[in-house]
């Protein structure tokens, strides 16, 4: 393994396996009250900006500079996003529906401390679109990336994107580790269509290469 797509992917499955064992040895909610409990300043303001790496807007501007680097990542970024964003969609409000978020669980079992500046949201919790979004990036960044080192970069980067819905009060454990597995296989899906249907030499130009 001397690539930074092989390195992501091999940590993900370690942490997938770990987060899969910690989910079915406690309780619904354990995690959140757990970062809830241990809440510090430093994390609050890292946290609750970081989360804001998994939105929409992001992923369109990180499209916008794939343009300057390459078409073809900048195409494959936007199919991803489409892919992940529809997925979302349809899980969310068509399959498990109106699922309560952290705040509307515990709004008469426990009492959480909430974090200034952060709109509260109640339904549609599972799964979590912002860390779905994060490892759909996570990878796609990988793949593209020369260093092997990067691919636990990017990693990180994601994983943080997931603690960050948990600690916001946005998401529980479960919908942050089912929205990266969902995340992981969209982005595999789209490069593995994408490679077979397109061979365009255009497509390794850029707005810096005409």
Do not use: C
């Not at 609750?48 to 390459?70: N, S």
């Not at 409000?93 to 509260?120: N, Q, S």
């Amino acid at each position: 393994m001397n690539n930074a797509r092989g390195w992501f992917l091999l940590s993900y499955f370690v942490l997938l396996i770990a987060g899969t064992t910690i989910y079915f040895s406690i309780e619904h909610g354990d995690v959140v009250i757990f970062l809830n409990q241990n809440r510090t300043a430093f994390l609050d303001f890292l946290l609750r900006y970081w989360t804001y790496l998994g939105d929409g807007i992001f992923v369109a501007g990180l499209i916008i500079l794939m343009l300057f680097v390459k078409y073809r990542y900048a195409i494959i970024l936007l199919i991803i996003g489409i892919g992940q964003g529809l997925m979302s969609l349809v899980l969310k409000v068509f399959v498990f529906g109106k699922v309560p978020r952290p705040g509307k669980f515990f709004e008469d079992k426990y009492a959480l401390d909430l974090i200034d500046g952060v709109t509260m949201n109640h339904y549609y919790s599972f799964p979590s679109g912002h860390t779905m979004t994060a490892f759909s990036i996570g990878l796609f960044l990988s793949v593209i990336s020369k260093q092997k080192y990067l691919g636990l970069i990017w990693l990180i980067y994601a994983f943080l994107v997931g603690v960050s819905r948990i600690y916001t009060l946005q998401h529980f454990f479960r919908d942050t580790l089912a929205g990266s597995f969902v995340g992981i296989l969209v982005t595999l899906l789209v490069f593995q269509l994408f490679r077979k249907k397109t061979n365009a030499n255009w497509l390794d130009g850029s707005l810096l290469k005409k």
